[in-house]
């Protein structure tokens, strides 16, 4: 899937998704933007367009100098992620649904979801629209909530059909 391209036109967002936009490591790099655009904190309770989120996330990636930003924000909102698992596993197997219970109306395409590889292993593939480094600060801060000795990276797989998805590999012991 084409990164942030909506997967339709009748694609949305919880607002709920956009508050680690004010407090990210490096939000303070892109508070003009958030000005720019018009929204605050306490307009998140609103479902947005998929386009108007991935415009926000487009902005960031071209304005701000520092190659985490996108990182940062996915930190963040692994910390806003409810709700809470026994186990990282269980977190995992549930990502699909995690991810659309934040978006509805998406493309057929538009998917996040993670395979099981190994007890203690799994790929994650991004076939979403959203930057890719933020889905790698998502999958790593979710992680840090669970293990304490853990390894997310960017991979190549068979289960990416297209250059436009991204695979990551989370493992832990």
């Not at 307009?43 to 930003?69: G, K």
């Not at 909530?145 to 989370?170: E, G, P």
Request: aromatic share 12%; hydrophobic share 40%; glycine share 6%.
């Amino acid at each position: 899937m084409e990164k942030y391209i909506a997967s339709s036109q009748d694609a949305v967002i919880s607002g709920l998704t956009l508050t680690p936009l004010f407090y990210g490591l490096l939000s303070n790099q892109y508070t003009d933007i958030l000005k720019e655009i018009d929204i605050d904190l306490g307009s998140l309770e609103e479902w947005y367009p998929q386009q108007f989120v991935l415009d926000i996330y487009r902005m960031i990636a071209d304005t701000v100098s520092h190659e985490l930003a996108l990182v940062s924000v996915g930190l963040e909102l692994a910390g806003e992620a409810p709700p809470e698992f026994d186990t990282f596993a269980e977190y995992m197997d549930l990502l699909a649904d995690i991810y659309g219970a934040s978006h509805e109306d998406l493309g057929p395409e538009d998917r996040l979801y993670a395979t099981r590889k190994a007890p203690t292993s799994y790929e994650v593939v991004n076939s979403t629209p959203l930057p890719d480094d933020l889905i790698y600060g998502y999958l790593y801060g979710n992680a840090r909530r669970y293990l304490s000795d853990f390894t997310v990276m960017y991979c190549d797989t068979d289960n990416v059909n297209s250059i436009q998805n991204m695979a990551y590999h989370v493992t832990w012991s």
